[in-house]
């Protein structure tokens, strides 16, 4: 007899030693439950992460069989190639300033939405679209919003006298327009995630706090920056995070909207690496490209730690 | 008079909260009602910049449906979508039930910390591991076919899925399963006959949030997928159907509109549960 098999057929002598083995079969039945998933994350997450890495510092292309080691000669000299500063600049400037205003924005939102109205449902099925529809397609429900001939945009501002006879703005085709342009379809697509979050957080404040400082005499502005925000910051920063990762991360909007252009001026780190390393075919290039994102993400994966522990410890 | 002040106000807060609502609304949902209109108008209508675009100038028209199921392969986009969606959904349950419900009931201490650490790798983007992948999903020979997504989307669904069902299964009292058992269930088998059926709603959040992603994943399709026949509808729409100088409009956007809007619809339905997630316990 094996011992697995004894052990279930050996009548309760010892209660506390039954118990003691049933809670060690038990901790390894759960290890066996979860290693299923633990082996496919290690294999299509943690082993890519590692490849990427290797890849980095090695001269592997498309069609290589062999590769060498290089060191860090792919970071030399991608760091001194103008496009990628640009594309280290834009990536940046497009997370911050999408994220800004998301946030501000999103405030707003979910303060309006807190209050009940009629056809509530409806309002936040219209506002959560952006964040449902898959991205891609909405970018080229923009790309139709934003064309060079046919914008709805600029139709109207001149219909309403706003654009003169020669004011007609190309919104994807001037570099300075189509940073505007990329950042509004991130906030644009980010604001109903973060709207639904803050809402989460201010619909868990208790209304005793806010009936208390309604006695207290608190007005709209204290009320909001001493005991509304305060109490969401943790969520806020929740919010933000992801929504940092996601803009930080993104390619598919510059693909759809701008491939880059106008002369790479909206490029970004994402966008250059999938054009390096996979239609350019250089994939040690693209992967030390791809690589600079990540010390952004470790910096909010350890954030994010910190907000779980610190909510659970209060 | 002081009641009249009174009055003002609250109709004023009232218009206010109402124009904030409008505004928002508007600049949301508005590509996605342009979609809808575009998808009915005459071309000639569309491209004659002197029309006032809001209106039909000419009589609403099914052309571009009919351009779009019988003249290009949207109808098949749509089917790999399904395919690929409903594979992965099923090994998403299969692999995140029972990792989440160790992590609720049996692993302790140490699978509190595992469980943080599978979240964190949600994370990890497909555009820091697409390269890598497709040199990988190119040597065991899978380039230029589902199977390929089929193996990667996983990836993506079972760390928040897994995180998402721990909530779930620790939500449910351990006294029933614990009283299946001293009639005799072994653990994994209340498991499966207490713990799962009492999750339907745990199941289904997880079930619509792997196939929303399904549909929004863009990076992976993109690169390892070349053949038009294999594409899925994030990337056969942007790719196929935006190639060229003429663009047509009409059926572009009925693409859009038929692929974005009723999973959006659906989704409505769970998206509390989705954010009790995604807030990772930052909300009580």
């Known amino acids: 007899m094996e011992a697995p098999a004894t052990a279930v057929t050996v009548p309760a002598q010892a209660r506390a030693s039954r118990l003691g083995h049933l809670l060690d079969s038990e901790k390894w039945l759960g290890w066996l439950m979860i290693s299923p998933a633990i082996l496919f994350i290690v294999a299509l997450v943690g082993f890519p992460f590692f490849l990427a890495i290797f890849y980095s510092v090695s001269d592997i292309t498309v069609g290589s069989t062999s590769m060498s080691f290089v060191g860090l000669e792919n970071f030399k000299h991608v760091v001194q190639d103008h496009v990628f500063q640009r594309a280290l600049k834009n990536t940046f400037i497009f997370a911050i300033v999408s994220n800004v205003i998301v946030l501000v924005l999103a405030k707003v939102l979910a303060l309006a939405l807190l209050k009940d109205f009629r056809g509530k449902w409806f309002v936040r099925l219209l506002i959560l679209l952006p ?174 730690l910190r907000v779980a522990k610190r909510t659970e410890v209060a | 008079m002081a009641s009249g002040r009174h009055t003002l106000k609250k109709w004023g807060a009232k218009g206010g909260h109402f124009g904030v609502l409008a505004a928002f609304t508007t600049f949301a949902a508005f590509p996605f009602y342009w979609m809808l209109i575009t998808t009915f108008k005459e071309t000639r209508d569309l491209l004659n910049t002197k029309n006032n675009p809001f209106l039909f100038n000419d009589p609403p028209t099914l052309e571009h449906l009919r351009l779009l199921f019988q003249g290009t392969l949207y109808g098949q986009w749509l089917w790999n979508t399904v395919w690929v969606g409903v594979i992965v959904v099923g090994i998403t349950l299969l692999l995140a039930m029972p990792a989440g419900y160790a992590l609720a009931r049996l692993t302790g201490r140490t699978g509190e910390q595992l469980g943080i650490a599978i979240f964190l790798t949600y994370l990890v983007p497909p555009t820091i591991l697409f390269i890598p992948l497709s040199r990988v999903i190119g040597d065991l020979g899978l ?79 993109l690169t390892f997928i070349t053949a038009a026949s294999n594409f899925t509808v994030s990337v056969g729409v942007p790719t196929f159907l935006v190639r060229g100088d003429v663009y047509f409009w009409g059926s572009l956007m009925a693409g859009c509109f038929i692929a974005s809007v009723p999973i959006a619809i659906v989704y409505n339905f769970f998206v509390d549960r989705f954010i009790a997630g995604f807030t990772v316990g930052a909300v009580k």
Not at chain 1, 137 to 165: K, M
Not at chain 1, 261 to 280: N, Q, R, W
Not at chain 2, 150 to 156: D, E, K, Q, W
Request: hydrophobic share 60%; glycine share 8%; proline share 6%.
């Open chain 2, 143 to 221: 380039q230029d076919s589902l199977w390929s997504l089929v193996l990667v989307y996983p990836s993506f669904t079972v760390p928040f899925c897994t995180w998402l069902l721990m909530g779930f299964f620790k939500a449910i009292p351990p006294d029933l399963e614990e009283a299946a058992m001293i009639d005799g269930l072994s653990r994994f088998g209340a498991f499966v006959k207490i713990v799962i059926p009492m999750s339907v709603a745990g199941v289904l959040t997880v079930v619509i949030f792997s196939f929303t992603l399904v549909m929004q994943e863009f990076v992976y399709a």
């Open chain 1, 131 to 304: 964040w449902v529809a898959p991205i891609s397609l909405g970018s080229i429900g923009w790309l139709w919003i934003l064309d060079s001939i046919y914008s709805i945009i600029n139709w109207s501002l001149r219909a309403v006298g706003i654009f003169g006879p020669h004011t007609w703005p190309i919104w994807l085709g001037q570099p300075d327009l189509a940073m505007v342009s990329i950042i509004t379809v991130h906030a644009w697509r980010l604001l109903p995630l973060a709207t639904v979050i803050l809402l989460a957080g201010l619909t868990a404040i208790p209304q005793d706090i806010h009936d208390a400082a309604a006695v207290d005499g608190a007005g709209f502005w204290r009320h909001l920056f001493q005991i509304t925000i305060p109490l969401v910051l943790p969520i806020m920063i929740v919010a933000v995070l992801f929504g940092m990762v996601f803009t930080f991360t993104d390619m598919i909007v510059i693909y759809v909207l701008t491939r880059g252009g106008p002369f790479h001026t909206t490029e970004v780190l994402a966008s250059l690496a999938f054009f390096t390393g996979i239609d350019g075919g250089n994939l040690a290039e693209g992967a030390a490209i791809a690589l600079f994102l990540f010390p952004v993400l470790a910096a909010s994966a350890i954030v994010l």
